[in-house]
């Protein structure tokens, strides 16, 4: 199972929005609908942003969105601000009871 | 409240095997999967599988198949992995991760600290 890929890096200024995106196959994004994204900030464990492509847990501001469109996912990301700063994975229901994340991106708040 | 509280830090020879607890407290244990993901330094995270504590089923992703053993158990509610035949491209830290909700589609809401497994001769 090879890695969802993502850019390595994305930056954006204070209030502005940034969009990483999250390619696969149709055998994990594009065929189901259990793509999660988390952020993980240096030496902290990660934290769930997104899950189901399009739902936020409870405590998740609205800044954050999902989307997807066949193969490829999306987390966008507005209203930029310092804290939004760290890496985001996303990760896909692969079939067969097995889960594959991407690469990762860093996201560099300028 | 939730918690997954892992083992310490290890250091192993190549070719030797470890084995890594996660402690669940705040919750029914046996009602929730159990993941365990790895990232070495300075890279991404790896799925590695799944266990259903309950039932003791699991499911190995296939880099680590023959090689990954995950196991639990329910009176001390606390789940293992163990990876056997170390190498020093498993020199990583690894996290266990419960489930959102009951079931294997749930994504991955709470985490333990992560394991520091360091493979050297």
């Known amino acids: 199972q090879s890695a969802l890929t993502q850019p390595r890096s994305v930056s954006g200024s204070p209030g502005q929005s940034v969009t990483i995106s999250c390619t696969g196959t149709?055998?994990?994004?594009?065929?189901?609908?259990?793509v999660s994204w988390y952020r993980q900030h240096p030496d902290k464990a990660p934290k769930l942003m997104i899950y189901?492509?399009?739902k936020r847990p409870s405590g998740v501001p609205d800044r954050f969105s999902g989307s997807k469109s066949g193969n490829t996912a999306s987390l966008t990301i507005s209203g930029l601000q310092a804290e939004d700063e760290a890496a985001y994975y996303c990760?896909?229901?692969?079939?067969?009871?097995?889960?594959?994340f991407g690469g990762g991106t860093k996201l560099t708040v300028l | 409240q939730v918690q997954l509280v892992q083992s310490g830090a290890e250091v192993k020879k190549p070719g030797a095997s470890v084995k890594v607890s996660c402690k669940a407290s705040?919750?029914?244990?046996?009602?929730?999967?159990i993941n365990w993901v790895r990232q070495a330094t300075g890279q991404g995270l790896e799925w590695m599988g799944w266990?259903?504590?309950?039932?003791?089923?699991?499911g190995y992703a296939q880099n680590f198949q023959g090689r990954v053993t995950m196991t639990r158990n329910t009176s001390i509610s606390t789940a293992y992995m163990e990876l056997s035949s170390l190498r020093s491209e498993d020199t990583a830290v690894y996290y266990c991760?419960?489930?959102?909700?009951?079931?294997?589609?749930?994504?991955?809401?709470?985490w333990g600290q992560g394991t520091l497994v360091t493979v050297s001769s």
């Open positions: 266990m259903n504590p309950n039932s003791g089923n699991t």
């Open positions: 990760c896909s229901y692969a079939g067969t009871y097995t889960w594959v």
């Open positions: 991760a419960r489930g959102f909700w009951s079931g294997f589609y749930s994504p991955f809401s709470y």
């Open positions: 705040g919750y029914t244990f046996t009602s929730y999967d």
């Open positions: 149709s055998s994990d994004v594009g065929g189901y609908n259990y």
């Open positions: 189901d492509v399009i």
